[in-house]
Every structure is written in C-alpha cells, then in structure tokens.
C-alpha cells in the first residue's frame, strides 16, 4: 500500500513540475518564433505482470524449500542421531554453498542461457530429490549427508543465480522492484519458511515419512521447473498491441505463441519499456 501511495505521489508531482516547465516554453517561446510544445510529459505508470509474478513465484518455491531443508533442518535433525557433528557439516555446507558454489554459478550463469540452466537444475534436483531422500533417511549419517550436499547444491547454486538472470530482465521497469519482491517474499514464505515444520511433521507422524518429504521436495522443483519453461515460452512483450509482440518463441513454436497471445490470463495492453 505504502509504495502504491508513494509512487502516485511521486508521479503527480512529476507530472505537475512537466506541465508547468512546458507551459513556461509555450510562453518564451512564442516570440522568439518557437513552435510552442503542446506534449504532456508525465512520470511513468506502474506496471504489473499480475501473471508474471504468478510464475516467479512458483521460480522461487524450489530452491527455498531446498536452502531451508538441506541447511537449515536437517543438519539439526542429523544431530539427534549422529550427535553435535552434524550442525558443524551444515555450517560447512552453507560456507561452501555461499562463499564458493554461487560465484561459480554466477560467472558461469553470465555465459550461458539463464533459462536453459535453470530448467536443467531444477529438473535434474527435482528426479534426484526422492531417491537421494530415501538413501538418506533409510541409514542417516555425516557422510551420507555430505553426499547428498556434493550432489545436489551445485544445481542449487545454479537454481539461485539463474532466478535473478531470468526474472530482472523480464518485468518492465516501471514495476521490477515490487513484483520481484512479491514473487521473492512469497515463494520464500509459503514452502522456505514453512519447510522445517513439514519436514518435521512428516518424520515423526508417519512410518515412512522421508519418502513423502523426499516427493514433497520433487514436487516443489518440477512445479520450479514448469514455471521458468511458462516464462520462457511467454514473451516477455505478450500484451495484444504491445511492441515487438511477434518473439522469437513464436518462430519455434507457433501453436504455443497463439494459445498464450489469445489466453484470458494475459494482462491489460501496456507499453514496455527496457530499463
């Protein structure tokens, strides 16, 4: 509400200090021969992708559930059965995850397809995320632990990085910061936060909870995984009247360009602009 208000008012003040500096051009200008300026300048609207933001959130849900299961609760669910070690190995894993693994990945991210890549390691954590849970969970230990880790934080890094290399340059300007901080806030919230409770849940409530945990994890990321193929095959400028409307995705796949240039869930016709 608050950033609503404020960018009304940022945009009527905008707009009022244009009318007056073009209204002082009309008169000066009138007789020295200058043609007087009859455009209307004013700030630019908020713009929100209601169905962008929509996809981004599901972008988000994988690699949250992800962080917070692999770093946050499980090594302090290790430590009941394997002792005071295992909070050690996840403060190793998050060292390695933070300070090593998304350097990597974002070097490599500025190099490389950011949709392609994204697809890959949330599909490929999302078939691995059931078995290596299972494995895990059927003999914990630290070297179990650490396998899983080696296996699956690579594609994780790759899962971060490419989420801000998709997502920044796909909202219009005018309205970036507000719908990645709802996708991000919200994706993060509803499985991040919510994932140690689950996880919990399901261990101690059922026999063989881990393998629900494990298909709760796969359905998380192939939910990730179908939201960034929905951006990749939703133009970036999909709106009917819009710039550049034909896209490249319509040379490639033409079927699916008109089913989503012709769908209801497209939002209202706007202008976009690059930043």
Same mark, same amino acid.
């Given at each position: ?43 630019? !609207?908020?713009?929100?992708? $209601?169905?962008?933001? &929509?996809? =981004?959130? %599901?972008? *988000?849900?994988?690699? #949250? ?96 990085? !490419?989420?801000?290399?998709? $997502?920044?340059?796909? &909202?219009? =300007?005018? %309205?970036? *910061?507000?719908?990645? #901080? ?94």
């Amino acid at each position: 509400v608050i950033t609503f208000i404020t960018h009304k008012d940022v945009s009527d003040e905008y707009t009022e200090s244009h009318r007056s500096g073009e209204t002082d051009r009309q008169t000066n200008g009138v007789g020295r021969g200058h043609a007087p300026l009859n455009r209307e300048q004013s700030a630019p !609207s908020l713009k929100l992708d $209601l169905c962008g933001i &929509f996809l =981004a959130i %599901g972008i *988000y849900v994988g690699g #949250a559930l992800m962080f917070y299961l692999n770093m946050v609760w499980l090594p302090v669910f290790l430590q009941t059965t394997n002792g005071a070690a295992a909070g050690l190995a996840g403060t190793i894993a998050v060292s390695v995850f933070a300070l090593g693994l998304i350097p990597i990945a974002g070097y490599i991210i500025d190099k490389v397809d950011p949709y392609v890549i994204g697809m890959v390691a949330r599909g490929v954590n999302a078939i691995l995320a059931a078995p290596l849970c299972l494995w895990l969970f059927s003999s914990p230990s630290i070297i179990r632990y650490a396998v899983v880790m080696t296996v699956m934080l690579p594609f994780l890094a790759f899962d971060f990085v !490419s989420t801000t290399k998709i $997502l920044v340059p796909y &909202f219009p =300007a005018e %309205g970036r *910061y507000i719908s990645m #901080a709802i996708a991000n806030n919200a994706g993060v919230g509803l499985t991040g936060g919510t994932a140690p409770m689950i996880a919990q849940y399901l261990i101690m409530s059922f026999d063989h909870g881990y393998v629900l945990l494990g298909c709760y994890v796969s359905a998380a990321l192939f939910t990730a995984t179908l939201s960034v193929i929905s951006l990749w095959c939703r133009p970036r400028c999909y709106f009917k009247g819009g710039p550049n409307f034909v896209s490249s995705i319509e040379e490639v796949t033409p079927k699916i360009a008109s089913f989503i240039s012709n769908s209801k869930l497209s939002s209202p016709a706007v202008t976009i602009r690059e930043a």
